[in-house]
């Protein structure tokens, strides 16, 4: 059976000419949507890493911090420690010294450590999108990595407030029994380890972050530094980060 195909109106050579056009002027279109895509995630990148570079250097700030007043909390731990081994009935009274209390609380303070926020909103709304997607595997692990440990020192320092807050009685002379010294050295005994597990995790920081091209913020750490010198005192350092 022979089909008679309809021509087109102007010739197959014309015809042709025609769909090369359309098809042309079609991946013209895919292209160029594709370049917009792409430039659009690439400013979306710059500007996510920016945003969480910053996020990340005020927590560097606070983990730097943490090694300025170290000279100030292990002696205030040690003290405490001695104290409570001695024997007696009577407990003098036990207060933490600053230079400057801006405190000023009915209850004075045994043993006080920075509570400082550790931030991740940027980190957490960047999970929830898409832009990490567009991130080199690498970078995405690097800020991963990072957030680990500032979850972890977030909790120490919660745990750290709570076990120092304990504390609060031995700021006031009264009767002390034996049991009641010994819970309190154990409480003692666990603060002295939460620090040293935050200088711990700290000094991760400070080198994960090292590694990914990221340090604490400068005038944050000025700021802090001050603070607690005022605070403190003498006993706050200023350690060069070369030595962190």
């Known amino acids: 059976m022979h089909l008679n195909l309809p ?4 010739g197959w050579r014309q015809f042709a000419g025609e769909v090369g056009i359309i098809v042309v002027g079609v991946l013209i279109a895919l292209g160029a ?3 917009v895509a792409s430039w659009h995630w690439r400013s979306e990148v710059r500007q996510t890493d920016q945003r969480l570079t910053r996020e990340m250097a005020m927590n ?6 943490r090694f300025a007043i170290d000279p100030c909390l292990r002696p205030r731990l040690a003290e405490l420690r001695d104290q ?8 003098p009274g036990s207060r933490a010294t600053f230079a400057n209390d801006i405190y000023h609380s009915g209850f004075p303070s045994v043993y ?8 991740q909103a940027s980190w957490r709304t960047a999970l929830s999108g898409e832009t990490l997607d567009h991130f080199s595997a690498e970078r995405v692990n690097e800020f991963s990595t990072l957030h680990n440990a500032v979850d972890e020192l977030n909790q120490t320092q919660t745990e750290e407030i709570q076990e120092s807050a304990s504390l609060g009685d031995l700021a006031f002379t009264g009767p002390i029994s034996p049991a009641d010294r010994r819970a309190d050295l154990k409480t003692v005994a666990k603060l002295d380890a939460l620090n040293a597990r935050m200088l711990y995790l700290a000094r991760i920081l400070i080198d994960d972050g090292r590694a990914a091209g990221i340090s604490p913020q400068a005038q944050a750490s000025r700021d802090a530094f001050a603070q607690q010198r005022n605070y403190r005192g003498a006993c706050v350092t200023s350690p060069p980060l070369s030595s962190l």
Not at 84 to 91: C, D, R, S, Y
């Open 60 to 65: 560097l700030a606070n983990a730097y911090e």
């Open 84 to 91: 409570l081994l001695a024997t007696g009935t009577q407990w």
């Open 112 to 119: 006080r450590t920075p509570n400082r926020p550790w931030r």
């Open 7 to 10: 021509k087109p109106l102007h």
């Open 33 to 35: 949507e594709q370049l």
